[in-house]
């Protein structure tokens, strides 16, 4: 069975304080894995999409990687604007539109 | 562009009643969804369409849910009759074909209340 897990369940950083957050995957076949950040009372919206081991992509201070089993979204010198929940999702062979979602990391950045 | 639409934003309603919450996808998007989001069970997909037809309705729990997309700019998930265990967050996505994973746009989603 196909499963995403997120670790920690929820983070509380000091600003400028970088740490990671990890994602682990066991699908049958990856096509594609995707990070969406969520704030409270809204949808998710899309961070990044990683396709292949070794695949690295940055956003601000954000970056995401990706090996054969796991995936990271690295957070450098946070600011409190970065807290949000942080979801990510895997996308299989088995069919083109079912995102297998993680339970997320809550991310909590104080001044 | 106005992105995902929903409405309503928050519905508060009785056990036995019927539901109706509504999208209204990303101009030029192929692909939309239906899912519900609870602190128990997560983010989980219910249905999704192409082109107007649903592909995959696996994660409907049970028949009291049905999802329509009548036109390219309209789709609807009804519940009926509704329990209290409904209630959770729905949200639409809506996304482009191509040839590799696109990824997703979602609405603001819909608070649905069931007492």
Not at chain 1, 45 to 73: D, H, I, P, Q, V
Request: proline share 7%; aromatic share 10%; with cysteine.
């Amino acid at each position: 069975e196909d499963q995403v897990t997120q670790s920690p369940e929820a983070l509380r950083l000091q600003e400028g304080e970088s740490s990671s957050l990890n994602c682990s995957y066991t699908v049958s076949g990856l096509r594609g894995l995707f990070w969406y950040r969520q704030d409270p009372g809204k949808g998710p919206e899309f961070l990044f999409t990683l396709y292949s081991a070794g695949e690295e992509k940055e956003k601000e201070r954000l970056k995401a990687t990706l090996t054969k089993k796991e995936s990271f979204l690295h957070i450098t010198a946070p600011k409190p604007e970065d807290s949000a929940t942080y979801l990510c999702a895997a996308l299989t062979t088995d069919s083109w539109g079912k995102l297998q979602f993680g339970a997320g990391t809550q991310v909590v950045v104080t001044p | 562009d106005a992105g995902v639409i929903q409405s309503p934003r928050h519905e508060v309603t009785e056990m036995g009643q019927e539901v109706t919450l509504r999208c209204k996808p990303i101009s030029g998007h192929d692909y939309l969804f239906w899912y519900r989001q609870t602190m128990m069970r997560g983010l989980e997909l219910l249905i999704y369409f192409n082109n107007n037809v649903p592909i995959d309705d696996s994660g409907m729990p049970e028949d009291r849910f049905s999802a329509k997309m009548p036109n390219a700019s309209f789709s609807t998930l009804k519940i009926q009759p509704s329990e209290p265990r409904d209630s959770a967050v729905y949200f639409c996505a809506s996304s482009l074909a191509g040839l590799g994973p696109r990824e997703q746009f979602f609405g603001p989603g819909t608070r649905l209340t069931v007492l």
